[in-house]
């Protein structure tokens, strides 16, 4: 019988400013779901652990170092052909400030002003949950 593929295992971090500011980027275009902001992130590595990864990711896309997250939202999700689960953190301190070392778009946003349709379809579940509905 054949073995359902285990979901891709993707970190995600939502930077939070003392100001309630989040962290969005924008994926380039020609990568899945190009032109669709999201939060930084990206796959775990086999075997290693959910916060190491997301302080990779972090300081990869960003240049910063993880001081303090916690895990906020473990969300599965379909698109077409892929199985994730995103694992979504609430990042409160970091040493270092955000650069675009990917040549992605960053901007900081209270969650409160952000439409929804600009955020990659799993992400619509990360804001509501910011939004606490
Ligand atoms: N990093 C990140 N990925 C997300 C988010 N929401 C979401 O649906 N994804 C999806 O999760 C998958 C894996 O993310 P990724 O950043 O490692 O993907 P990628 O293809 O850019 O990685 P790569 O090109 O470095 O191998 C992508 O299909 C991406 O669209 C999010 O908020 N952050
Ligand atoms: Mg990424």
């Known amino acids: 019988m054949p073995v359902a593929p285990s979901p891709l295992h993707v970190m995600a971090g939502v930077l939070r400013r003392h100001d309630g500011q989040v962290l969005i980027t924008e994926r380039p275009a020609g990568k899945h779901l190009g032109g669709c902001w999201e939060f930084p992130g990206g796959k775990l590595d086999p075997g290693e652990a959910p916060r190491d ?22 969300l599965p999700w379909r698109y077409d052909s892929k199985e994730l689960l995103l694992d979504t953190w609430l990042v409160v301190a970091w040493q270092g400030a955000p650069q675009s070392l990917e040549q992605q778009a960053l901007e900081w946003v209270m969650p409160a002003d952000l439409a929804p349709e600009r955020l990659a379809p799993a992400d619509r579940e990360i804001l509501r949950h910011l939004l606490g509905s």
């Open 53 to 74: 990864g997301l302080a990779r990711e972090l300081h990869e896309e960003l240049g910063i170092r993880l001081v303090a997250a916690e895990p906020m939202l473990a």
